[in-house]
Antibody
Framework: QIQLVQSGPELKKPGESVKISCKAS????????MHWVKQAPGKGLKWMGW????????TYADDFKGRFVFSLEASASTANLQISNLKNEDTATYFC????????????WGQGVMVTVSS | EIVLTQSPTTIAASPGEKVTITCRAS?????MYWYQQKPGASPKPWIYDTSKLASGVPNRFSGSGSGTSYSLTINTMETEDAATYYCQQWSSTLTFGSGTKLEIK
């Protein structure tokens, strides 16, 4: 069965970096784009961007340019999100989500990773 | 950026009641997508291409709309439908609505 399994919760201080992973299984990893979605505590969903799992090319939403990096370990069917110079407002749950082929929505989601930034 | 405005923000419905959630786009979009999210869980695809039910979604749910106005309807509310529902468009830069929290009365 198709699964996206994300890494565990993170507690970081402002200014530190964090790298979270999303391991896909049950399908051909390079056939489907991987997206990232942020959800701050008690808030709605915010699209961060996506990575082409075939070419490795990332695309970032405007609010996520600069400190955010999408990367792949394609041999391990894993997508990564790295956030540098963490700020308090980065405290959120981060989801990876698979785009449904050529349709314009996400058909599988990871369980989410809670990142807490606190001094 | 296309802004999606959902209404109501919160709604309480009794079992058996009909529920409609609307999503208005600031510009015309081709399709609307809906997700269901329960506390502590990841969003689940619920309706795609405006009116198609995702796998496993009960047929008491339906979606409709065009242009700038879309809706999700539950024909007869059940307790398991209590959740937050988000609309999403990708006609231009992908955006989500702010969510509608559906509670049981």
């Amino acid at each position: 069965q198709i699964q996206l399994v994300q890494s565990g919760p993170e507690l970081k201080k402002p200014g530190e970096s964090v790298k979270i992973s999303c391991k896909a299984s049950g399908y051909t990893f390079t056939d489907y784009a991987m997206h990232w979605v942020k959800q701050a505590p008690g808030k709605g969903l915010k699209w961060m961007g996506w990575i082409n799992t075939y070419t490795g090319k990332p695309t970032y939403a405007d609010d996520f340019k600069g400190r955010f990096v999408f990367s792949l370990e394609a041999s391990a069917s894993t997508a990564n999100l790295q956030i540098s110079n963490l700020k308090n407002e980065d405290t959120a749950t981060y989801f990876c989500a698979r785009r449904s082929g050529y349709r314009y929505y996400f058909d599988y989601w990871g369980q989410g990773v809670m990142v807490t930034v606190s001094s | 950026e296309i802004v999606l405005t959902q209404s109501p923000t919160t709604i309480a419905a009794s079992p058996g009641e009909k529920v409609t959630i609307t999503c208005r786009a600031s510009s015309s979009v081709s399709y609307m997508y809906w997700y269901q999210q329960k506390p502590g869980a990841s969003p689940k695809p619920w309706i795609y291409d405006t009116s198609k039910l995702a796998s496993g979604v009960p047929n008491r749910f339906s979606g409709s709309g065009s242009g700038t106005s879309y809706s999700l309807t539950i024909n007869t509310m059940e307790t398991e439908d209590a959740a937050t529902y988000y609309c999403q468009q990708w006609s231009s830069t992908l955006t989500f609505g702010s969510g509608t929290k559906l509670e049981i009365k």
